[in-house]
């Protein structure tokens, strides 16, 4: 019970920690503000503006969610170990293997809070840029609203209590974010005239869900790397590996027959395109469950993999 508690101890650190990063903001306000601007961008685009804006938006929040686990990663682990903070924790009855952990879990929390206000922003994005003939402000408006709002509060909040403004500032947008969502689900659609739950693509959750999976998987290799690298090179690493996963069918596909070197590199890069299933939303056909289930335990079983080389790495670094 007592190791069970110390886990979670230092995973809501871990969490609040990260969040509490000016990067950790910096990165989410951009890639928030990059999607819900996509309306307004890409709009009167000969009848694929929705088309466009969903995998745009997808796109940004890839990237943005690379970069905050591989900079979370670097932050929480190598520059604990650098500063001398993780050996304080660790001078107490605290297993390595429990403080890695807890740590890579901490660093999965805040993903999937960026993931939840990325997929709001998402379906805003798409019901405001939908149609060709004119910009749904009923969904653009509440969205823009949030995203001007959530700063401006969180900075009223700091100065009031002087409490850390990132942390409120991301809180605030999240949450206001979720609250233009069902603001604007009260309103139809100008065009179409949908009402509740038709003006919305629900069916993007299960591409958010994969992609929110494969994120994780990226933490998971981030984490084990920052326990020998520094912050750029654990970004260039999970930037160049996943880029590879992403091509991977592109590089190595045409040789898997032929060739076991590229079936060995085939199977040990992340196949990120199990994941980026944007294809089966253009078919308007729902991504199964039983698909679903093989790539979360995917998922599962790739990051299990290099977090336990994670805890053995830290398990034999001297630490001073």
Same mark, same amino acid.
């Given at each position: 019970?007592?190791?069970?508690? &110390?886990?979670?101890?230092?995973?809501?650190?871990?969490?609040?920690?990260?969040?509490?990063?000016?990067?950790?903001?910096? %990165?989410?306000?951009?890639?928030?503000?990059?999607?819900?601007? @996509?309306?307004?961008?890409?709009?009167?685009?000969?009848?694929?503006?929705?088309?466009?804006?969903?995998?745009?938006?997808?796109?940004?929040?890839? !990237?943005?969610?690379?970069?905050?686990?591989?900079?979370? $990663?670097?932050?929480?682990?190598?520059?604990?170990?650098?500063?001398?903070?993780?050996?304080? %924790?660790? $001078?107490?009855?605290?297993?390595?293997?429990?403080?890695?952990?807890?740590? #890579?879990?901490?660093?999965?929390? %805040?993903?999937?809070?960026?993931? !939840?206000?990325?997929?709001?922003?998402?379906?805003?994005? %798409?019901?405001?840029?939908?149609?060709?003939?004119?910009?749904?402000? #009923?969904?653009?408006?509440? =969205?823009?609203? #949030?995203?001007l709002t959530a700063p401006a509060l969180a900075g009223l909040w700091n100065h009031r209590t002087h409490r850390p403004f990132t942390s409120a500032a991301f809180c605030l947008l999240l949450g206001l974010l979720l609250l233009a969502l069902i603001v604007s689900s009260f309103f139809e659609t100008p065009l179409d005239h949908l009402v509740f739950p038709h003006q919305?693509?629900?069916?993007?959750?299960?591409?958010?869900?994969?992609?929110?999976?494969?994120? +994780?998987?990226?933490?998971?290799?981030?984490?084990? @790397?920052?326990?020998?690298?520094?912050?750029?090179?654990?970004?260039?690493? +999970? #930037?160049?590996?996943?880029?590879?996963?992403?091509?991977?069918?592109?590089?190595?596909?045409?040789?898997? $027959?032929?060739?076991?070197?590229?079936?060995?590199?085939?199977?040990?890069?992340?196949?990120? &395109?199990?994941?980026?299933?944007?294809? =089966?939303?253009?078919?308007?056909?729902?991504?199964?469950?039983?698909?679903?289930?093989?790539?979360?335990?995917?998922?599962? =079983?790739?990051?299990?993999?290099?977090?336990?080389?994670? =805890?053995?790495?830290?398990?034999?670094?001297?630490?001073?």
């Open positions: 019970m007592y190791t069970v508690t &110390q886990f979670w101890a230092i995973a809501r650190l871990t969490a609040i920690e990260a969040i509490r990063r000016p990067v950790f903001l910096l %990165i989410s306000l951009s890639s928030i503000t990059g999607i819900l601007l @996509l309306p307004l961008l890409l709009h009167y685009t000969l009848g694929d503006s929705a088309r466009i804006i969903r995998d745009s938006a997808f796109a940004l929040f890839f !990237v943005g969610g690379l970069l905050l686990a591989a900079t979370a $990663a670097g932050e929480t682990l190598s520059r604990e170990l650098r500063r001398g903070t993780a050996s304080t %924790i660790l $001078a107490k009855p605290v297993p390595r293997s429990l403080f890695f952990l807890a740590k #890579a879990v901490g660093i999965f929390a %805040i993903l999937t809070l960026f993931a !939840v206000a990325a997929l709001t922003a998402t379906l805003l994005s %798409i019901r405001a840029g939908g149609s060709e003939l004119q910009l749904d402000w #009923a969904a653009a408006g509440p =969205a823009l609203l #949030a995203l919305f693509s629900w069916a993007i959750l299960r591409v958010g869900f994969l992609l929110t999976a494969c994120l +994780c998987m990226v933490a998971a290799l981030a984490a084990s @790397l920052a326990t020998r690298l520094s912050i750029t090179p654990v970004l260039l690493l +999970c #930037a160049g590996l996943f880029s590879l996963g992403l091509m991977g069918d592109y590089l190595l596909g045409p040789h898997l $027959a032929t060739s076991l070197s590229a079936r060995t590199l085939y199977a040990l890069l992340p196949n990120v &395109q199990a994941f980026w299933v944007l294809d =089966a939303l253009d078919a308007a056909r729902p991504i199964p469950l039983a698909y679903l289930a093989g790539a979360t335990a995917y998922a599962a =079983a790739w990051s299990a993999a290099w977090l336990a080389l994670g =805890a053995a790495s830290f398990q034999r670094l001297e630490i001073s």
